[in-house]
């Protein structure tokens, strides 16, 4: 979906609608009686400032795309209808209670000015995978929180004083359309704060004291579905998902063993599993449905810190794959936001080989689009030992790239499926919002390995010997070779 999009009416009731709060574009849709998206809006995100280590958003002028985007839902359906909101899992902001100004930036998840606190903290590493699913990274809520309390007073003030609220984005806008009466999120966004607790379901006291973090501030944690919030816009609150979760759901039927990747900003790359007790060293193991009346889906996780912002500072596509590679010796690290599973360092972020730093724009975008598909095969591989899932499907507004799905096939050497439709996270959302289950078998094309890119699969365990001696590196820093 393009800024804009579609707008044409429909004569049937909507099932539901749902909004798709992403890191770039804000989008929001209609489910209509078919389950296809009647109409759909996209604005984009404002862009993130700071530099560094620091990635902060202008909370304002977010809730304001968002608020035109939920009235225009509104205008196009009856009143009661069903919302559900999917939104981006780490970022976060701090509120006044009594009138809902934001105190600070919203900080991204692409934020890692908590990287010195993580790496101060002997053994947090083992608890965090214990309770949370999660690994100990700069990336999740509770170690920014940390720093932000530990460096700056203004932080221990509000946190501590009694007049502020802590949320995610959807928490901030759900208590914002409710008249500032609800304060909550739901199962999959709290599991990403690195302050849940998996097996009891709630924050987890001890953890909120390692970071410091009064419970007072926190969001109640509710169901991902069957829940019932009146908007100030006649719009009923039916269900709250993290993105990843919603776009996973759409896709794949958990009682398989697909593997999906989603491709955003980040890309990220989920397997269903059977309950929380499993760990994979360097993965994730998170809830991606916690219904009201069911038992709570799971899925383990690896995430790639970097994509379609990566591949398009060089250009939009599409992106020329040739049979022969061009450049045998240039290699790239996508994850511009910090190297993420299974290493999870971010001192190291977008990265070129010396090959690569005199290549043009389009050899860039080309060199860069590999380092994705390798990241994501590497940790495919990761995610399914010993064997391949049944099918890899791939979704998101990457997947507009053509060479993205013909490049994964020739470098896994089988076919993979992609959704037809390139809003699966706004499709899950509604579904859910319906009280459908999420994952209806939706339409996908299958791209079979051919010529084009054929050099990748002898090129990517060269690329992995590159990445491991990169990473080896004692003098390793934050660094974008890019710029």
């Known amino acids: 979906m393009t800024p804009g999009g579609t707008d ?13 709060l992403g890191s770039t574009m804000i989008k929001a849709a209609v489910l209509d009686v078919d389950g296809s998206l009647a109409a759909s809006r996209a604005l984009e995100a404002p862009p993130l400032a700071g530099e560094g280590e620091i990635r902060e958003g202008d909370a304002v002028a977010y809730t304001a795309a968002a608020d035109e985007l939920l009235a225009w839902l509104a205008r196009r359906v009856p009143r009661r209808t069903p919302l559900g909101i999917a939104s ?37 590493d083992e608890e965090i995978a214990r309770v949370t699913g999660l690994v100990l990274s700069a990336h999740y809520v509770g170690p920014k ?16 004083g009694g007049q502020s609220l802590f949320g995610t984005l959807e928490c901030y806008l759900t208590w914002r359309w409710s008249e500032r009466h609800v304060h909550e999120t739901d199962v999959t966004m709290a599991a990403r704060t690195a302050m849940f607790d998996l097996e009891r379901g709630d924050w987890s006291e001890e953890l909120l004291a390692r970071f410091d973090v009064p419970r007072a501030v926190l969001p109640r944690v509710r169901p991902t579905t069957g829940r019932r919030v009146p908007l100030t816009n006649g719009l009923v609150l039916t269900a709250g998902v993290a993105d990843q979760a919603a776009g996973a759901l759409a896709l794949f039927d958990p009682a398989t063993s697909g593997t999906v990747v989603n491709l955003g900003t980040g890309a990220f790359v989920l397997r269903p599993m059977p309950d929380a007790r499993e760990r994979l060293p360097g993965y994730l193991t998170a809830p991606i449905l916690a219904p009201a009346d069911g038992r709570t889906t799971y899925a383990v996780e690896g995430s790639i810190n970097g994509a379609g912002a990566a591949i398009d500072r060089f250009g939009r596509g599409p992106t020329d794959l040739p049979e022969q590679d061009p450049r045998p010796e240039a290699y790239c690290l996508p994850d511009a936001a910090g190297l993420g599973a299974p290493y999870w360092r971010p001192e190291w972020g977008f990265t070129l080989s010396d090959a690569a730093q005199t290549l043009d724009s389009a050899d860039l975008r080309r060199v860069t689009l590999e380092g994705l598909l390798f990241r994501i095969r590497q940790v495919v591989e990761d995610l399914s030992p010993g064997r391949s899932p049944d099918r890899l499907l791939l979704a998101g507004g990457l997947t507009r790239e053509p060479a993205v799905a013909r490049g994964l096939a020739a470098l896994v050497g089988r076919s993979v499926h992609v959704l037809d439709s390139h809003e699966a996270v706004l499709i899950g959302a509604a579904r859910m919002a319906a009280g459908r289950p999420a994952f209806a078998a939706p339409a996908t094309s299958a791209i079979d390995p051919g010529s084009e890119g054929a050099y990748l699969r002898s090129k990517y365990p060269r690329w992995k010997e590159w990445l491991r001696s990169l990473i080896s590196d004692p003098r390793g820093q934050t660094r974008d070779t890019a710029s």
């Open 88 to 124: 981006q899992r780490s970022s976060f902001l701090l509120w006044d209670r009594d009138n809902g100004t934001p105190l600070a930036p919203m900080i991204s998840w692409q934020d890692r000015r908590a990287a010195d606190w993580c790496a101060r903290q002997a053994g947090l």
């Open 8 to 20: 044409a009416a429909t004569d049937r009731r909507p099932l539901a609608v749902a909004i798709d």
């Open 145 to 160: 929180l940390a720093t932000l309390v530990e460096r700056e007073r203004r932080w221990r003030e509000w946190l501590r």
